[in-house]
């Protein structure tokens, strides 16, 4: 039997047409594969690093009194604390630590204590910031507590006076200081700093003359403080309020100290937060204790915008 060159058995179209649909498929998988395959996300570049930078004093270098007595850098400080809590939300953040233990306002501008490529460490932090501007999350800054070097190398009443008379050029200093971090670092960048605790009221335990020393450093702390919440102001910066933190202007609510006794409760913080209360040879000092740098690390991720506390 001979058919027309036209027409196919039934059979062959079947199987034509299951052919067709079998390319047909196999199209449309490999244009979706391809697809997919376009549209697939490049593996990512690892996140660029932040940095946190640490600017001040032995405070920020977590300085504390060894087993011998001898004053020493540690890992405890307030910018370790700080550091450990904003790298949870941060994984790439680092730390950087430029402070520089004994550093005055007048030192951190013109150097002369620790050694540092730009010769000095406000001329190094500047060059950071400016070679990491957009990658820099904090800077921290504690600096003005050693300015009156006479506070820390007398005692009594006599000494207080000296240091009325330099707490003026401190805030200036400073102020200069702040303008040249936040001139490097841009406007973004959040700066903070902090007003000290009184280790001073340490010496209330000294009697009648000791309570009028700590009355006295007490007002003095106070018109200190408002300087340099002025001078931080003045500079956009947050201030952590340490000053409060410790209770310092309260002479009230005794507190019962083991091996010591009742004291005034802002007394009693600085025998609880800092050396200045220990016996020898770590006492008396005073650096902050690891309670104290915990203290101070809750005080600036406050003003930071952290609120959760570092324990």
Known sequence: MTHDAGHRPARSRARLTAHRGLRLALAVALAAAV???CSAPAPGRPAPAVYYLALGDSLSRGV???AA???VETPQGYPDLVYAQLRRAHPTLRLVQLGCPGETTETMMHGGICRYPGGSQLAAAATFLRDHRGHVLLVTIDIGA???EVCGSQQ?????ASCLRRIPGTATRLVTILGRLRAAAGPRVRIVGMSY???DLAQWRDGTLGHAVAWVSERLAVAFTGLLDQAYAQ?????ANVFGAFDTTDFGHPVTIPGIGSLPRNVARICEWTWECAPPPRGPNQHANPAGYRVIANAILKVAGVSRRTG
Do not use: R
């Open 35 to 37: 697809g997919a395959a």
């Open 64 to 66: 504390q009194p060894d």
């Open 69 to 71: 007595g001898t004053s």
């Open 146 to 148: 050693n300015d009156p």
């Open 156 to 160: 009594g009443l006599a000494k207080l």
């Open 197 to 199: 605790y009184l280790p």
């Open 235 to 239: 500079a956009g910066a947050g201030v």
